[in-house]
């Protein structure tokens, strides 16, 4: 069953345009949401989170949104730079106590930018 | 402030033998978790330990198992490894606050098992 899911295996844009990430999930208990960059042989570097009570957070070039009746979450890039071509996992944890420590990850969106 | 670290990078062992991986958090982080890292399953939540016990765990069987100490570094042990094995396996650290889950990664370990 996955909870996290990335329907879009690669997203490919052009330098300086937008880059629009999506990610959806089925378990209402998440309520936490947080976006990572990985390159090869690296692990996950943390970008962005955001909680549910939030529908949007921004920092810098990336700006997440959170959409809870639709189970819909977006990672926006603008603009995008060829060095942010990588894959890109969402994650989520649930509120309760019994999940510290546990994050659900999709399985990842490689994006490419090309110069 | 220096991040996670993870002893060895890469690892090669054969089927039946057994393997401890290292992980040292960033400092004053009390939470590590840790992942496995496959092309089939992507990453699967291991377990966590906070304060040097275990508070989650993963689906995985008994041969993974785990330990954290005083100072927060945690060790990952995997007995009568089988071929399916081999995967990278990152550590994470946060501060372990229940409701915010920011955790920072290690390079990972590449275990190859032969």
């Known amino acids: 069953d996955q909870q996290v899911k990335q329907n879009s295996p690669s997203l490919s844009v052009q330098e300086g345009r937008i880059s629009i990430l999506n990610c959806d999930y089925t378990n209402s208990m998440f309520d936490y949401f947080l976006w990572y960059k990985k390159y090869p042989a690296e692990g996950p570097t943390f970008l962005i989170s955001i909680s549910s009570i939030k529908d949007k957070n921004e920092d810098g070039r990336f700006t997440v949104f959170l959409n809870k009746s639709a189970k819909h979450l977006s990672l926006h890039i603008v603009p995008s730079q060829p060095g942010d071509s990588a894959v890109y996992f969402c994650?989520?944890?649930?509120?309760?106590?019994?999940?510290?420590?546990?994050?659900?990850f999709g399985q990842g969106t490689t994006l490419q930018v090309k110069p | 402030k220096a991040g996670v670290t993870q002893t060895p990078r890469y690892l090669i062992k054969t089927r039946g033998q057994q393997v401890t991986l290292s992980c040292s958090p960033i400092s004053g982080h009390r939470s590590v978790s840790w992942y496995q890292q496959t092309p089939g399953q992507g990453l699967q939540f291991l377990f966590e330990y906070f304060s040097e016990t275990q508070r989650n765990k993963g689906n995985f069987p008994g041969r993974f198992s785990g330990r954290q100490f005083s100072n927060s570094r945690s060790e990952m042990n995997v007995s009568t490894l089988e071929l399916g094995d081999s995967a990278l396996y990152l550590c994470?650290?946060?501060?372990?606050?229940?409701?915010?889950?920011?955790?920072?990664f290690g390079p990972g370990t590449r275990l190859t098992v032969l």
């Open positions: 994650a989520a944890s649930a509120k309760d106590s019994g999940n510290t420590g546990k994050l659900i």
């Open positions: 994470a650290s946060s501060l372990g606050q229940v409701g915010r889950n920011e955790q920072f």
